[in-house]
């Protein structure tokens, strides 16, 4: 208990308040990292430090990372005290316009409370360190013919379009298209501050329900379409043994015969050890197609050396949003009902044309509040 006192007095040295009434778990790590903010402050003001940049330099960089957590916490003790006062006050008025003012007041102070302790339970919480890389997305077709591949379409331009509204830079890399107009299989690279740490959680089986295109009798069929994210990998974190590659060259197509030309610039890569295939024809130069080629296989195959780590560490615990597998069904979109319905969170949204139209942010902040919320419980047990 002592020590547990001295701890909080240190802290409340450097901060002007203690720590907040947090599990002990989280109470422990904000603990850990206020003390440490501390330290670099005292090294910081160090005239020796000061004066060598190689020392000054990463301890700044360090505090600059802890800023956001120090300053979230003072501000929720700061919101604390008010609401305090604001309670006291109310307590012993007896005037109506004062009485109303102060219940507003404290409304509003405990709005803001909880908010700011929303924030800094996030900041406590360990960050996902490929959270902001660029990805590269896959859809496929699944069940339903020619309709699965347009709704492959469909998703295809809606997170192209949430790209748009985003200012993210998308680029297709590989794809074959369906007779229709749709796609059998698209890939393509979404380039943007953040954007693995907002699609992350995308993987999955997305399934539509409507009358397609090809119904004449008007009847409502479901057809499939899975969705892979990929973080983009960097050429140091997947080694690739060349000796492990078979690299096949030949003849690009296309549908209608668009894209067809006599030389042999379409790639096809095979990783033997992983049966991992990847194919690029969009390009007409080899050079172009192979590259493109091995950056989609470093992200198959870090994706695929994650899960198996995944896997060998814990059976358990899987995505904190559903597991993420391809095989998973993860939402549904139903056009006759204007419905949108994420099945690992319960969250039906009646405004499908505009989530179509790329107007993700809802879907995609309640499945990150999910995400934090499962994470900071496994991290209070």
Not at 92 to 116: F, I
Not at 177 to 203: C, I, M, T, W, Y
Request: glycine fraction near 6%; hydrophobic fraction near 35%; include cysteine.
């Amino acid at each position: 208990m002592a020590a547990h006192d001295a701890t909080e007095r240190d802290h409340s040295t450097a901060t002007g308040l203690p720590l907040p009434e947090l599990p002990g778990a989280l109470r422990e790590a904000l603990a850990a990292r206020i003390g440490r903010f501390d330290q670099l402050e005292r090294e910081l003001a160090d005239p020796a430090v000061a004066a060598d940049p190689r020392r000054w330099q990463p301890l700044a960089q360090e505090r600059a990372e802890l800023e956001p957590l120090v300053d979230a916490y003072r501000r929720w003790r700061e919101a604390g005290a008010d609401l305090e006062a604001a309670r006291a006050l109310l307590r012993e008025t007896d005037d109506a316009d004062e009485h109303a003012y102060l219940t507003a007041e404290v409304e509003r102070l405990e709005a803001e409370r909880q908010r700011l302790e929303r924030t800094l339970r996030s900041l406590l919480l360990p960050r996902d360190p490929r959270d902001q890389r660029d990805v590269i997305m896959e859809i496929r077709a699944g069940t339903g013919g020619e309709e699965a591949a347009l709704f492959a379409g469909d998703l295809f331009r809606m997170y192209q379009r949430y790209a748009e509204r985003q200012g993210w830079r998308t680029e297709v890399m590989a794809a074959t298209e369906s007779d229709l107009g749709g796609f059998k299989e698209v890939v393509f690279a979404v380039s943007g501050r953040g954007a693995f740490s907002r699609l992350k959680h995308e993987s999955g089986v997305h399934r539509v329900q409507r009358v397609p295109v090809t119904e004449a009798a008007g009847r409502i069929h479901t057809s499939t379409a899975t969705v892979a994210v990929l973080p983009e990998a960097e050429e140091v974190e997947v080694q690739i043994d060349p000796d492990d590659l078979e690299i096949d060259t030949f003849a690009a197509s296309g549908p209608g015969g668009q894209h067809v030309n006599k030389t042999e610039s379409a790639v096809r890569i095979t990783h033997k050890p992983t049966g991992i295939v990847v194919t690029c024809q969009d390009e007409r130069s080899q050079h172009k197609n192979r590259a493109r080629a091995m950056k989609i296989l470093r992200a198959r195959l870090l994706d695929y050396y994650t899960r198996r780590q995944q896997e060998e560490l814990s059976q358990q615990r899987r995505s904190q949003v559903g597991t993420g597998e391809r095989s998973e069904k993860i939402r549904t979109y139903n056009f006759r009902e204007n419905r949108v319905t994420d099945h690992r969170i319960g969250l039906t949204l009646y405004r499908l044309q505009e989530i179509m139209d790329g107007d993700l942010d809802e879907l995609l902040d309640a499945l990150a509040a999910h995400d934090e919320q499962v994470r900071l419980g496994e991290a209070v047990s």
